[in-house]
């Protein structure tokens, strides 16, 4: 079973930039679903942004778009997040997910079908 790992969050100010990683266990041929989400306390967890790896089509929540871009690399089995301009409401857990298959934008919010989740990183964003 692919195993996920997350890397990469940290603190930092409103308007600074954190990069996210998520390196699979083992490496596939098959087309997956890569998603980041996030769940800050008291709310519900929800989709930051999704990659279809098989066609490389991303979908992003409203609030990120422009700000956050998420990106594959086959070679090191790896999914990204570049957070840019961050704002205090980004401040969150920043979970990795995948499915096997491909996806569109509805999957941002059908965060139950993803069956391979990381352990979390946590991402602070102070005023």
């Known amino acids: 079973q692919v195993r996920l790992t997350e890397s990469g969050g940290g603190s930092v100010q409103a308007g600074g930039s954190l990069k996210l990683s998520c390196v699979a266990s083992?490496?596939?041929?098959?087309?997956?679903?890569m998603g980041w989400f996030r769940q800050s306390p008291g709310k519900e967890r929800e989709g930051v942004a999704i990659?279809?790896?098989?066609?490389?089509?991303?979908y992003y929540m409203d609030s990120v778009k422009g700000r956050f871009t998420i990106s594959q690399d086959n070679a090191t089995r790896t999914i990204d997040l570049q957070m840019n301009a961050l704002k205090p409401e980004d401040t969150a857990i920043y979970y990795c997910?995948?499915?096997?298959?491909?996806?569109?934008?509805?999957?941002?919010?059908?965060?139950?079908?993803?069956?391979?989740w990381g352990q979390g990183t946590q991402v602070t964003v102070s005023e």
């Open positions: 997910a995948a499915l096997a298959g491909y996806c569109g934008s509805q999957y941002l919010h059908v965060i139950a079908v993803f069956n391979r």
């Open positions: 990659i279809s790896t098989g066609t490389r089509s991303t």
């Open positions: 083992e490496a596939s041929n098959r087309p997956y679903c």
